[in-house]
């Protein structure tokens, strides 16, 4: 087949993530590849990435069959097939991602979101009523530093319906997509996500809790351990996590999974995304991990204490960040009133979204 | 009298509080005044402090009688009939206030300790238990900057014994010293604190949940505030600290005072102490703050979910502020185990006071 018979894939967001997953299709030669590039499309356009990736290896020059500057600038090589969401999730960012992939869905896109988190599916959904909605959750270990890409893990990607039961259309497009996915290669594990909501809730029982400890500390899991975290803290979150996810049916081997995670990185002093992106002065991906198990826990009546707190706290976290970034702007004129009536005062002026 | 035959006071720590409170003896002319500078020593030798104080108006080039640049080196001042402790209080730092007044302690000094928290006389009548120790509580609203002093609030000290009941001799010595500190001045209310646990168990309200959640999210209490936390912890942790107080004997008008702290700073955006040390990268006041009322409460079989959680969180906020300044240096190969374990290693190894 000629390369304008293939399937056409886009790949929003050119991260660790994003890049692998549009180098994985490209290697397979069975899809026409366009990725997003935005901070560093000039350089990609000159050089192209470079890659250090323990399945694909080492390449120079890198790049996809298109790069495009931006959604707009990407609708113009084609009507997709497939859609690869990679942007980080923040719906209370600056823009949702039903809003950063708007300009190239069309009715016969299927959409994956290749992102962690709860509750995602939902708003997307919501804006294409019509299109299939892919979960695909990664275990991968890369990142991209300014056009190097480091990837050190093998590229594991479960790919899954949201919906409990799907039908036979969804299982042929998942299989159609691992078709194009899957490369002879032994570090390549794409495969079928039989219970997406079991992996998204079991990958979130880490993120939940190490991720915004440790943006509102500052500070590595380690050093958090070191000062005597996992007891006082850690456990009793992840419990109460398990709990959230209980509720909603799923069920999660409770001790198992948490001395798993409680152990997972154990001497290696390891600063989580939310750590990151605070440090960087960069919104965090809050919502989709902690504040939308929150609203499940309220919804059906359990108890969360400790994550409560904690996401009170976050959310100050991402407050300061947002203001900091100018995305906020607080006319100190407008709170100088009775304390009790700022967050009020606050939802309705300031926080639209 | 002449100078030499007034009662020597010293005067350690020369930050807002302690510069007022030398100027007030200074002014008052009974007492010969000994104040320890140390880092702006050559500066206030020279130029002396600017004052701009609503009690003491504007002055310039002030110094007291004596101007020594450390405990050691004010010894020569003389035996001192008292020694005013202004400092931070810190137990974990480089110095605790027992080892650093040590030099100027003689059989017959009484310890004023000028200073917030709670238990912090335990420890100084362990360390002088022949000498007398009062509690000094301050309202007054000074802060030195770099020798120029700013002293928005009147000069209101309230002085009194942390027994219960004070010996003759030792209410004696409250009288001598408001004799010598009192001015005929409608703005200077030093006056006796017929009960010293009650005054400073209320101002912990204000001090253990302000400073510690404003210091772990490095933002004022208003923002925390616009942002819902009045009721999400704020007033809860308050509950906490007041049923701590309770269990110690000390009664306090829970409503009134809760709601008292929560508006005290309404549309003043502030930050506490603890807030602007971590700005600054100093190490806080956290055990006399918070840590203490904590102990005692595990003491008393008080619970305290959130005031724990809060402690947890800023200890790893005081570690990191340590390792930054070099008080102590973790050797990451210590930690390279399994991360229960690393607690009591860093207990071992490393968290010797």
Redesign the interface.
């Known amino acids: 087949m000629s390369l304008a018979q293939l399937p056409k894939v886009l790949v929003v967001g050119s991260g660790g993530v994003g890049t692998i997953a549009a180098l994985s299709l490209w290697t397979r030669k069975r899809s026409n590849v366009t990725l997003v590039v935005r901070s560093d499309y000039q350089k990609i356009i000159d050089k192209g990435f470079t890659i250090n990736s323990c399945t694909y290896g080492h390449i120079e020059n890198w790049r996809p069959h298109n790069v495009a500057k931006s959604v707009e600038d990407a609708a113009k090589y084609g009507e997709f097939d497939y859609i690869i969401v990679t942007t980080k999730n923040i719906p209370d960012g600056k823009m949702t991602c039903e809003e950063i992939i708007k300009p190239a869905v069309s009715d016969k896109s299927t959409i994956l979101l290749m992102q962690n988190g709860i509750g995602i599916d939902t708003p997307m959904h919501q804006a294409f009523p019509k299109n299939v909605i892919l979960s695909a959750v990664t275990h991968i270990g890369s990142t991209n530093y300014n056009g190097i890409i480091e990837n050190k893990g093998p590229d594991n990607v479960f790919l899954g319906d949201f919906k409990k039961e799907s039908s036979p259309k969804v299982r042929q497009i998942i299989e159609n997509f691992i078709h194009i996915y899957k490369n002879d290669n032994d570090l390549n594990f794409i495969r079928v996500d039989e219970n997406v909501s079991q992996t998204r809730w079991e990958k979130l029982i880490y993120n939940s809790v190490f991720n915004p400890?440790t943006a509102?500390?500052?500070?590595d899991v380690?050093?958090?351990?070191?000062?005597?975290?996992?007891?006082?803290?850690f456990r009793p979150a992840m419990r109460e996590l398990i709990s959230i996810a209980k509720s909603e049916g799923v069920e999660i081997d409770e001790e198992e999974k948490i001395e798993k995670f409680?152990?997972i990185?154990?001497?290696l002093?390891y600063s989580p995304s939310m750590c990151v992106d605070q440090k960087k002065n960069q919104l965090m991906e809050l919502e989709i991990i902690l504040g939308n198990p929150l609203k499940i826990a309220a919804k059906n009546g359990v108890s969360t204490?400790?994550l409560?707190?904690i996401y009170?706290?976050v959310?100050?976290?991402q407050?300061?960040i947002k203001e900091s970034i100018g995305l906020l702007k607080?006319n100190?004129d407008d709170?100088?009133?009775?304390?009790?009536k700022?967050?009020d005062?606050?939802l309705e002026k300031y926080a639209h979204k």
């Not at 709170?335 to 009790?340: A, E, P, V």
Request: hydrophobic share 45%; glycine share 8%.
């Open positions: 400890v509102i500390l500052n500070i380690t050093r958090c351990q070191i000062n005597g975290l996992n007891d006082s803290i409680i152990h990185g154990d001497g002093f204490p400790i409560s707190l009170g706290l959310s100050v976290v407050f300061r607080i100190e709170f100088k009133i009775d304390s009790d700022l967050h005062v606050y």
